[in-house]
């Protein structure tokens, strides 16, 4: 490497230094270490103007699991409440025990913290704590999965869980400029019927509630999505949106069958369609959008070895692709920490990053009260195109800048 090389690399690193600080102080509430702890959401290692476009881009979140957002702290906290006994005896315990070797480890655990909601304002205190979060890394609409068969075997009633997480949605919208919708999903390794009876218990709260979808999540290996066929029919028939978690441990055939039998307007996760390039033609022609989680997929060891190389297949391969953050609580971080993950392993500039900011609102099914519809979706893009520009010509004035200096 030359001196002037040497130079250049030293000036990009103050300002990384410099804004890094502000950011601190700022959008985020401190850094996230990773799992490898090589890598965290302050992102040092990426320039200074991308890991600022990451921070200000709007965006959506349309793969998020209000449960996952029960850090530990509130887990504690809620348990104290409810006057049951803490599920660990401190949160530097609860942290600790957060190391999964893959999708049925965490979900032991997953559970496990669910049984500390019990009220409520419990599920309301769940829900605003992501939207909080949410709308510091500037997302500006969620399409939020919940599990209302893990709250209906804890004991509880739809007239627990509804209400307060209707309420969330309701004041995020006003307090934080964020518009909020639900899909309630079903447990895969549960039968069709209790997912045909969730959804017959479902019906009194599917206006009021901010329901617009159903969806499938949980244990996927030896669950195919047909098991779900008449409950996807039907809830098609009432009118609901359509999504499914297929492709994250499962096969590519577990993806064609969300798409031929389950009709899917979007496959959750969906990474292993990298595997059968017809998927990935049928995935590019349709437009169906894959919602990736990039540090679940690390946390869970999706791919291990080789997920570097997935994801940077993934953003390059002109499908619709979204960034999304999964079980937050759990796997080590929110939206902006995902981006910073994903362009630090992807090497992807403000080009690409602009391109997902984009594709999470052309996913996006923009229904129900508060969603604002096609209007909404298209003032959005418009923002993340004014910005994007805006950042290409900053950078742009700032490589003229530090070319002037040198050759002076
Ligand atoms: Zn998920």
């Keep these: 490497m030359s001196v002037i090389a040497l130079l250049n690399l030293d000036v990009h690193f103050s300002a990384a230094l410099r804004l890094s600080k502000g950011v601190a102080k700022g959008l985020h509430g401190g850094d996230v270490t990773l799992g490898e702890g090589a890598l965290t959401s302050s992102a040092p290692h990426l320039p200074a103007s991308l890991r600022r476009f990451i921070e200000v881009v709007p965006k959506a979140e349309l793969h998020v699991h209000v449960e996952g957002a029960l850090e530990p702290e509130l887990m504690l906290a809620l348990a104290a409440r409810n006057g049951l006994p803490p599920?660990?005896?401190?949160?530097?315990?609860?942290?600790?025990?957060?190391?999964?070797?893959?999708?049925?480890?965490?979900?032991?655990?997953?559970?496990?913290?669910?049984?500390?909601?019990?009220?409520?304002?419990d599920f309301y205190d769940l829900a605003m704590s992501y939207f909080r979060r949410a709308a510091a890394d500037r997302v500006v609409?969620?399409?939020?999965?919940?599990?209302?068969?893990?709250?209906?075997?804890?004991?509880?009633?739809?007239?627990?869980?509804?209400?307060?997480?209707?309420?969330?949605?309701?004041?995020?919208?006003?307090?934080?400029?964020?518009?909020?919708?639900?899909?309630m999903c079903f447990r895969k390794e549960m039968s069709a019927a209790s997912a045909n009876d969730t959804l017959s218990g479902a019906l009194p709260w599917l206006g009021r509630g901010r329901i617009i979808g159903v969806?499938?999540?949980?244990?996927?290996?030896?669950?195919?999505?047909?098991?779900?066929?008449?409950?996807?029919?039907?809830?098609?028939?009432?009118?609901?949106?359509?999504?499914?978690?297929?492709?994250?441990?499962?096969?590519p055939e577990y993806v064609w069958e969300a798409l031929r039998v389950l009709h899917v307007r979007r496959v959750d996760h969906g990474v292993h369609s990298l595997e059968d390039a017809a998927l990935m033609a049928a995935l590019n022609a349709s437009r169906v959008p894959l919602t990736v989680c990039p540090l679940s997929n690390l946390k869970l060891k999706v791919y291990e070895g080789q997920l570097e190389k997935r994801l940077?297949?993934?953003?390059?391969?002109?499908?619709?692709?979204?960034?999304?953050?999964?079980?937050?609580?759990?796997?080590?971080?929110?939206?902006?920490?995902?981006?910073?993950?994903?362009?630090?392993?992807t090497g992807m500039g403000v080009t690409q990053v602009a391109r997902l900011a984009a594709?999470?609102?052309?996913?996006?099914?923009?229904?129900?009260?508060?969603?604002?519809?096609?209007?909404?979706?298209?003032?959005?893009?418009?923002?993340?195109?004014?910005?994007?520009?805006r950042a290409l010509e900053e950078e742009e004035k700032q490589e003229t800048a530090e070319k002037r200096r040198w050759r002076r």
């Design 87 to 121: 599920p660990y005896p401190s949160v530097e315990a609860a942290r600790a025990a957060y190391h999964f070797t893959d999708l049925q480890s965490f979900l032991d655990l997953y559970y496990f913290g669910c049984s500390v909601l019990r009220t409520q304002l």
């Design 141 to 183: 609409h969620a399409e939020v999965f919940f599990d209302p068969q893990t709250h209906l075997a804890n004991g509880l009633d739809w007239s627990v869980f509804m209400p307060g997480l209707a309420r969330a949605a309701e004041d995020a919208a006003v307090e934080l400029g964020l518009s909020a919708a639900y899909i």
């Design 215 to 251: 969806g499938l999540d949980s244990s996927e290996l030896g669950n195919p999505p047909a098991k779900f066929a008449q409950v996807f029919e039907r809830a098609g028939r009432l009118g609901l949106q359509r999504v499914a978690h297929a492709g994250e441990e499962g096969p």
């Design 312 to 345: 940077t297949q993934l953003v390059g391969s002109g499908l619709v692709i979204t960034v999304n953050s999964d079980d937050a609580a759990y796997f080590g971080g929110y939206a902006v920490a995902n981006y910073n993950y994903l362009a630090q392993v």
């Design 359 to 389: 594709n999470s609102f052309e996913a996006s099914f923009f229904v129900g009260p508060g969603s604002g519809g096609e209007a909404r979706r298209t003032a959005l893009l418009g923002q993340v195109a004014a910005l994007a520009a």
